[in-house]
């Protein structure tokens, strides 16, 4: 069983460019969520997607956008990246109606902005 | 919104000792979550935990939701539980997965 997957691991960028990252959820999951951790933090909410729709939002800008395809699959697209975009970007999956599990991380994907 | 208190910020153990960190959040939950964060970025899970006690191996973890704390003891510390222990907790709504809000974690060395 497939824990949930990221790509890429790694990626380097300069400021002004746009960047998508992309996640798939964990075996039987249909909830995604993406959070931002930047260095000596902990994670912080994005946005979360169900039904291919964004159901919650954190306190980030609009240049931070998200999909979510039929097969639970998610990206997370952000414009006009800024040197403070640098961060590692984790997604979560989970089940929408089904609490008893909690949420289950991928290893996520470390952005430099140059 | 909810705010979630970890302590002690930084612990230094010899392999062997026995350490328990403390989660404090400030409103009613519907999930708390325990995490070690590895020194590759991944958060693995330890314990979906909103209420009651669980245990797994040198592990466990008590959640006392009417008073609002958590606690993760780890017996018998080896060198590979360093890392970043995270709680994170989801609030009280209507019953559908909700966002995850993180404390400032717990930074463990185990040293030989």
């Known amino acids: 069983d497939a824990g949930v997957t990221q790509s890429p691991t790694h990626l380097i960028k300069t400021r002004g460019q746009q960047v998508t990252l992309r996640c798939s959820p964990k075996s039987g999951h249909d909830t995604v969520s993406w959070y931002q951790q930047a260095l000596g933090q902990g994670p912080q909410f994005i946005f979360q997607?169900?039904?291919?729709?964004?159901?919650q939002r954190g306190n980030f800008p609009d240049r931070f956008s998200g999909h979510q395809f039929p097969n639970y699959s998610s990206e997370l697209n952000v414009n006009a990246l800024l040197l403070g975009d640098s961060a590692l970007y984790l997604c979560?999956?989970?089940?929408?109606?089904?609490?008893?599990?909690?949420?289950?991380f991928g290893p996520g994907t470390r952005l430099l902005v140059l | 919104g909810i705010q979630v208190e970890q302590s002690p910020p930084d612990l230094i153990l010899q392999e062997g000792a026995n350490s328990t960190l403390r989660c404090n959040f400030s409103d009613s939950v519907n999930n708390l979550q325990w995490f070690h964060q590895n020194p590759w970025g991944q958060l693995i899970n330890l314990f979906y935990?909103?209420?009651g006690t669980k245990q797994n191996g040198r592990l466990s973890a008590t959640t006392v939701a009417t008073e609002r704390y958590s606690l993760l003891y780890i017996s018998s510390s080896q060198t590979t539980d360093s890392g970043v222990y995270f709680c994170?907790?989801?609030?009280?709504?209507?019953?559908?997965?909700?966002?995850?809000?993180f404390g400032t974690g717990t930074r463990l060395q185990v040293t030989l």
């Open positions: 979560a999956s989970s089940q929408y109606f089904n609490l008893l599990h909690g949420q289950y």
């Open positions: 994170a907790v989801e609030p009280l709504n209507t019953g559908t997965a909700s966002k995850l809000t």
């Open positions: 935990i909103p209420s």
């Open positions: 997607y169900y039904e291919e729709e964004e159901r």
